[in-house]
């Protein structure tokens, strides 16, 4: 119903676009043929220029990470710690998800606010260090209490980790280099996605929950350094000549 209810709103609200070739369908079709090789060597040319960039290859591991804790802890591990270590009812479950949510439906727009006023990285970093914290603790919960308290945790710092990443590719994607940009940003979050509940289910049968949960936050170690040597990418407005002017030389 959320798919239709999609399509509804794209036809209503998405103009079509405009096509600027007025020829006939095989003459279009030759020049669309023609043009295809160049546009995927072109394609391949931009990939490799954007990962040479240290600051996009930042941008790629943290959204990596941060869909690895989405499927792999919030997805994966938390029902089974909830059902199996808690004793909770599927019910139980999902109420602490919605508390997890309100949490984190909390401090979206102060996070949004404090990345574009403070930067990227003062947002990013202390909520890549309290969700990894965070996550290797909730392995240790066994009451319903504590289960709620550490969803409650775990919402605040997802929230925050959730919004630089995509401020941060904007600022790194180079011009006119926006959709191979989300591409490859999309397929690194992907790939954290199809992972994570993977390896949540190998190290929860080797390691138990207190095993699985440490090692699902070494992703999130691993996006916080690169973070940590990576400059700021928001760039900073120039000063105004009043206010240049006021500066000291």
Known sequence: M????AVAVYLRFVPAPVNSERCEPSVAEEARAAREVPAIRRSKARIVEMLRTPAFKTVMVVNFAY????????????????????????????AVFGVALATEFAVLYPAGSLADSRG???????AL?????????????????????????????????????GAMLSDVTPEGNSGTAVGIFRFSGDLGFA???????ITTN??????????????????????LRTPETMARPSMTPSESAKSPV
């Open 195 to 201: 992972l994570g509940p993977i390896i949540a289910g």
């Open 206 to 227: 080797a390691f138990g929950f207190r095993g699985s949960f440490a090692i699902a936050a070494l992703p999130i170690l691993a996006a916080l350094l690169l973070v």
């Open 2 to 5: 959320l798919l239709l209810l």
């Open 67 to 94: 869909m690895w804790f989405v499927a792999g802890v919030f997805d994966t591990l938390v029902p089974l710690i909830g059902k199996d270590a808690v004793g909770m009812s599927t019910l139980g479950i999902g």
């Open 120 to 126: 990227r990285k003062a947002v990013m970093v202390p």
């Open 129 to 165: 260090v309290g969700l990894a914290v965070t996550i290797a603790v909730a392995g240790w919960v066994t009451t319903v209490w504590a289960m709620a308290v550490a969803m409650a945790v775990l919402g605040i710092f997802s929230g925050f980790a959730g919004v630089p990443p």
